[in-house]
């Protein structure tokens, strides 16, 4: 069959393949759209970095589907503006050797080069400045989540990231339900991560290394060794 168009014949199969080009033109749209970076934002002063931090990044690599993960440094928190910090070189120096083996973990300068305080609503806006074509995910503990209606301008961190992956430890004494409800959206966007948890933190590492308790396999073997090389942890 031939069909007469602005003074050309065109057949019904160059019609086919016309349409074929504008379906093929649409579907090409529909999946650059859906090849967004999908990034993670894992925020701490990681002093040490041990195991339950991998963990923690590495599950939600995996189930929340991230392209990469960010691993934030944070100089000197505003909430943790009374306690002492290891210098930011050495905690720096075990964050390195800790992600050296994953190709999806690197460490974001972000926070380091710019000067503080440092909140999470401000490092997440320039984040999403800078990479244009991804989304955002925060990832956080238990005890972050439970005090995070207390954080600067939380309303807007939601507005930011696309989603939320939050650990929890099965001791964490909060009602998730109470602290979705106090900011409008972040039900929605609240992803509770799956994981075979570990009762750590940095403050429990740091009290045992000065007690001169057994610490080593709760740390990467690279990290131990920095530890122990430069006599971190212990009381003067």
Do not use: C
Request: no cysteine; glycine share 4%; proline share 7%.
């Amino acid at each position: 069959m031939k069909i007469s168009f602005g003074g050309y014949i065109l057949t019904t199969e160059y019609e086919e393949f016309l349409k074929k080009i504008k379906t093929s033109y649409k579907t090409l749209r529909y999946t650059h759209a859906m090849t967004r970076a999908q990034i993670g934002l894992f925020g701490g002063t990681f002093d040490p970095p041990h195991l339950g931090h991998l963990i923690l990044a590495s599950e939600a690599a995996h189930q929340l589907k991230l392209s990469r993960v960010l691993w934030m440094l944070a100089p000197d928190p505003p909430h943790k503006l009374d306690q002492p910090l290891t210098p930011l070189l050495h905690r720096l120096e075990m964050l390195k050797r800790a992600i050296a083996d994953n190709p999806l973990f690197e460490i974001s300068y972000l926070e380091i080069n710019r000067p503080g305080p440092h909140y999470t609503i401000d490092t997440a806006r320039l984040l999403a400045q800078q990479e244009t074509n991804a989304d955002l995910t925060l990832l956080i503990g238990g005890d972050s989540f439970r005090d995070f209606p207390q954080w600067r301008n939380p309303a807007a961190i939601v507005d930011v990231v696309r989603q939320i992956g939050v650990m929890r430890r099965p001791t964490d004494p909060f009602d998730p339900d109470a602290v979705t409800a106090q900011i409008p959206g972040l039900k929605e966007k609240v992803k509770f991560l799956d994981v075979l948890l570990q009762e750590l933190s940095s403050s429990e590492l740091r009290e045992r290394i000065a007690q001169e308790k057994a610490y080593r396999y709760y740390l990467l073997p690279s990290v131990y060794e920095y530890i122990e090389e430069q006599q971190l942890y212990r009381v003067e």
